[in-house]
């Protein structure tokens, strides 16, 4: 499993990005995929997740509403689309993936990382 972040980028408060992630080694097959952020200083934190058997959708308290991931099993890719940004959602943003299907919230759960891609959201 080879995953790759892309789609960061800098907007401005209230701005929407899409966020995408693709298994470019075309080898996971299924579990769950998620996204992680790491913003200065701070931990790295779950974001949102999407189980790729039935689509079912995970997201923290903080993006809720306001974040939608989805994924597409042909492509092997799963996308985090933010709307409504806001200067505390600028980090850098992980998509993470497990072959189990038990969703988890914590980071070493999840076995397979991106690179990162990073967003900055100016006030």
């Known amino acids: 499993v080879q995953l790759q972040a892309s789609g960061g980028g800098l907007v401005q408060t209230g701005d929407s990005l899409r966020l995408s992630c693709a298994d470019s080694g075309r080898t996971f097959s299924s579990g769950v995929l998620a996204w992680f952020r790491q913003a200065p200083g701070k931990e790295r934190a779950f974001v949102a997740a999407i189980r790729s058997t039935d689509g079912s959708t995970y997201y923290a308290d903080s993006v809720k509403g306001r974040f939608t991931v989805s994924r597409d099993n042909g492509e092997n890719a799963v996308y985090l689309q933010m709307n409504s940004l806001k200067p505390e959602d600028t980090a850098i943003y992980y998509c993470?993936?497990?072959?189990?299907?038990?969703?988890?919230?914590?980071?070493?759960?999840?076995?397979?990382w991106g690179q990162g891609t990073l967003v900055t959201v100016s006030s």
């Open positions: 993470a993936a497990r072959n189990s299907l038990v969703v988890h919230y914590t980071r070493q759960q999840y076995r397979y």
